[in-house]
């Protein structure tokens, strides 16, 4: 499979996803504190303050990209936001961005296990001239870290694992046509969070609060692009 | 908290009295302000001798501009205050009438600098708004000693300039100035006089009139030009336009390719042309080409109506952008850009502001290169490069992060950091060639520690009981000299 990359607007990678219903980009993995950094600095937020960031490190520490290792690499990802507090993300990212629906986030995964793993795929996401120096750090060390990970997926390592699907954090999607309603796919690590969630039973996981969310560490997000004309 | 320059006389301010400006009493656009508070606006400089095309090429891009969202999904411009509104209402007319522009009727006698445009143009290479501010000064005034005076704030301002120059005109209308390194010369001198110091700006020059010197031009530039996919886009229909979309990853290398042409073209076939380059060279600015036609032919003034062909007015605009969010990238080994961020913690103000560290900082990193000011977790500079920052303690704490600076920067900028506070990425740079680059300053009396009994190999504890300009004086000394030594 050869690898269609746009990058956001910080320079963080995302991937083509060819779908019946309108094709789409979506980020490689969950969206990191870096990218929420570039937010919080933007200028445009007055009420995610430090203190605000600081309750959200709280459900989930930060860590380097030069630090990523086998046993805290999910603390590169944002947790332990709202899907309200998203939406403020993404209206800042850009007009084309939105959470995923349960159906495209389903249809990524599929996509991607159908692939086998490949140091390949890492290579050309992180041969991407503009792509943001820590992007690439942490797309590398993420990579490694995983594979060292002990992977109990049936089926052997995808692509879908190197995109952390499976493995990363739960991840925020709609559950309804009218983007009201959250639920959570995804397979966090059992050290970082202990689950039997999985994609591969084909729904999302429901939430007590399916309108609201609620803010949980194991809870983050990844961000799909519309494509122009679709 | 941020400083702003009022666009109608160049004032930095922080506009304590609401819209209206403490200089000129002018009533600033409120969006203006907005805009300004989040990103920096862009301070163009256009400059050319009369009858070399520049208000026709500023009246064409504008007409282009407007028609913006049929190839970028979003976009659009809009006019920021009164008098801006009523010009793109004229040029709208003007060319709806194709009406070719007069400049002499448009500016009175010996008026060299008209009021600014002040535009905002959303969703175009960003999501973001980019807020225009656009000088159009006639380059008769740069040989008037007193003249020029009238026009040192807005030079000072434009981190940009662009040089229109019709090559045509240069070598066959009778002006006293035949070269291009005639031209810049007068330019440069000028803009010393006026105290506003060409060194390090980003100079664009625009060969305009493109249809008069197509036996010059190369073939290639030539081609270029030839097939522009956005020639005369007010007339286009969206629907043709539907698989032209701005693609800006390629419109942006061919922009780059054409302008290689250009230099070459500059350096061989332009008379004095290398004279220019290397004397561009040694004031050390950013230089790009590129070349237009406005018109697409010529038109004299007993014909009044004439079919617009424009073609390749956008590539200015273009370049222009790209110096403003940071995607165009600094000539290595050439580069003084030195970032000074202050902190805005809760400490900072006793320890930074009150001690008036921006200005002695400032001035002591002057001495070394062009100073851009940031505050601490801010995306955008808090005043233009090589404005001294306000000793004021801004109103707001902003986040203790760096990265999204450090990010934008090309190889080379050397940083220093004001902080009383934790840093909370610099780990994130621990491992890179920042060690060498990236200085702290701290006021907790030891060096700042990225992790425990890890500190940073270039951090520097200012004992605030000392006298601050000659303890500043001397850490910068130090610091550079470790950087070269």
């Known amino acids: 499979m050869d690898l269609k990359i746009e990058l956001d607007r910080i320079g963080f990678p995302m991937i083509y996803i060819e779908h019946s219903k309108g094709s789409f980009y979506m980020h490689w993995l969950p969206v990191t504190k870096i990218q929420l950094e570039y937010w919080l600095c933007s200028g445009s937020v007055n009420v995610f303050d430090a203190r605000w960031y600081n309750e959200v490190m709280d459900y989930n520490p930060r860590v380097s990209p030069g630090y990523i290792k086998s046993d805290n690499y999910w603390e590169s990802f944002v947790t332990g936001i709202l899907p309200s507090e998203i939406k403020q993300f993404i209206a800042w990212l850009g007009r084309d961005y939105d959470l995923p629906t349960d159906e495209q986030w389903q249809a990524a995964y599929q996509t991607l296990k159908k692939e086998a793993a490949d140091s390949r795929y890492i290579e050309t996401l992180t041969g991407v001239g503009s792509l943001n120096r820590r992007a690439k750090t942490i797309v590398k060390n993420v990579n490694i870290s995983v594979g060292e990970a002990r992977f109990e997926a049936r089926g052997g390592r995808t692509l879908a694992d190197q995109a952390l699907m499976r493995l990363g954090v739960m991840e925020y999607v709609y559950r309804d046509d009218r983007r009201n309603t959250y639920g959570g796919y995804g397979q966090p690590n059992p050290t970082f969070f202990g689950t039997t969630e999985t994609p591969d039973k084909g729904y999302p996981q429901r939430l007590i609060d399916e309108h609201e969310g609620a803010k949980m560490p194991h809870y983050g997000f990844r961000l799909i692009k519309r494509v122009t004309g679709s | 908290m941020s400083r702003i320059a009022c666009p109608y006389c160049c004032t930095i301010q922080t506009f304590p009295d609401g819209q209206v400006c403490k200089n000129c009493n002018e009533t600033v656009p409120e969006n203006y302000l907005t805009a300004a508070r989040v990103n920096s606006p862009f301070y163009m400089a256009v400059v050319g001798m009369s009858s070399h095309g520049k208000t026709t090429l500023i009246h064409s891009l504008i007409n282009t501009i407007d028609h913006l969202g049929k190839i970028s999904r979003g976009a659009f411009l809009t006019a920021l205050d009164d008098h801006t509104a009523t010009e793109l209402k004229l040029i709208r007319q003007r060319i709806s009438k194709r009406e070719a522009n007069n400049a002499t009727t448009l500016r009175p006698k010996g008026v060299y600098l008209q009021t600014p445009m002040v535009l905002s143009l959303k969703s175009f290479m960003t999501d973001n708004r980019h807020t225009l501010v656009i000088y159009d000064i006639a380059g008769e005034a740069f040989s008037d000693r007193a003249e020029i005076q009238q026009y040192a704030e807005p030079l000072k301002l434009a981190h940009t300039i662009w040089f229109i120059v019709s090559q045509h005109d240069l070598t066959h209308a009778n002006s006293e100035y035949s070269t291009l390194a005639d031209l810049f010369n007068i330019y440069v001198t000028g803009m010393e006089r006026a105290g506003a110091n060409p060194r390090g700006?980003?100079?664009?020059?625009?060969?305009?009139?493109?249809?008069?010197?197509?036996?010059?031009?190369?073939?290639?530039?030539?081609?270029?030009?030839?097939?522009?996919?956005?020639?005369?886009?007010?007339?286009?229909?969206?629907?043709?336009?539907?698989?032209?979309?701005?693609?800006?990853?390629?419109?942006?290398?061919?922009?780059?390719?054409?302008?290689?042409?250009?230099?070459?073209?500059?350096?061989?076939?332009?008379?004095?042309?290398?004279?220019?380059?290397?004397?561009?060279?040694?004031?050390?600015?950013?230089?790009?080409?590129?070349?237009?036609?406005?018109?697409?032919?010529?038109?004299?003034?007993?014909?009044?109506?004439?079919?617009?062909?424009?073609?390749?007015?956008?590539?200015?605009?273009?370049?222009?952008?790209?110096?403003?969010?940071?995607?165009?990238?600094?000539?290595?080994?050439?580069?003084?850009?030195?970032?000074?961020?202050?902190?805005?913690?809760?400490?900072?103000?006793?320890?930074?502001?009150?001690?008036?560290?921006?200005?002695?900082?400032?001035?002591?990193?002057?001495?070394?290169?062009?100073?851009?000011?940031?505050?601490?977790?801010?995306?955008?500079?808090?005043?233009?490069?090589?404005?001294?920052?306000?000793?004021?303690?801004?109103?707001?704490?902003?986040?203790?992060?760096?990265?999204?600076?450090?990010?934008?920067?090309?190889?080379?900028?050397?940083?220093?950091?004001?902080?009383?506070?934790?840093?909370?990425?610099?780990?994130?740079?621990?491992?890179?060639?920042?060690?060498?680059?990236?200085?702290?300053?701290?006021?907790?009396?030891?060096?700042?520690?990225?992790?425990?009994?890890?500190?940073?190999?270039?951090?520097?504890?200012?004992?605030?009981?000392?006298?601050?300009?000659?303890?500043?004086?001397?850490?910068?000394?130090?610091?550079?000299?470790?950087?070269?030594?």
């Open chain 2, 201 to 485: 700006r980003n100079l664009h020059l625009v060969y305009t009139k493109a249809d008069k010197i197509t036996n010059q031009l190369p073939n290639e530039v030539l081609e270029y030009i030839r097939n522009d996919p956005y020639s005369n886009l007010a007339g286009q229909s969206p629907r043709d336009l539907k698989d032209k979309q701005f693609n800006e990853t390629s419109y942006v290398a061919e922009l780059n390719t054409n302008s290689e042409h250009l230099l070459e073209y500059t350096r061989y076939d332009v008379d004095s042309g290398i004279a220019f380059i290397n004397m561009a060279e040694d004031y050390e600015m950013a230089l790009s080409f590129s070349v237009n036609t406005a018109l697409g032919g010529d038109h004299t003034p007993n014909r009044s109506q004439i079919e617009y062909e424009s073609l390749r007015v956008l590539d200015p605009l273009i370049w222009a952008l790209q110096d403003n969010v940071g995607l165009r990238p600094g000539r290595n080994g050439q580069t003084s850009e030195i970032v000074l961020i202050l902190d805005t913690g809760y400490n900072s103000k006793r320890k930074i502001y009150e001690q008036k560290l921006p200005s002695h900082f400032f001035t002591a990193l002057s001495q070394h290169g062009d100073v851009k000011t940031y505050y601490i977790g801010t995306m955008a500079p808090m005043i233009q490069s090589g404005i001294e920052p306000s000793n004021a303690a801004p109103d707001n704490e902003t986040q203790p992060y760096i990265g999204m600076i450090l990010d934008q920067l090309r190889e080379g900028t050397q940083v220093v950091v004001l902080t009383c506070q934790r840093i909370g990425d610099l780990l994130d740079f621990h491992t890179s060639e920042w060690h060498q680059r990236l200085s702290i300053i701290t006021f907790d009396q030891r060096p700042y520690e990225v992790q425990r009994n890890d500190p940073w190999p270039r951090s520097v504890d200012f004992d605030v009981s000392k006298t601050p300009a000659s303890q500043v004086e001397k850490i910068i000394k130090r610091l550079f000299e470790k950087t070269h030594g």
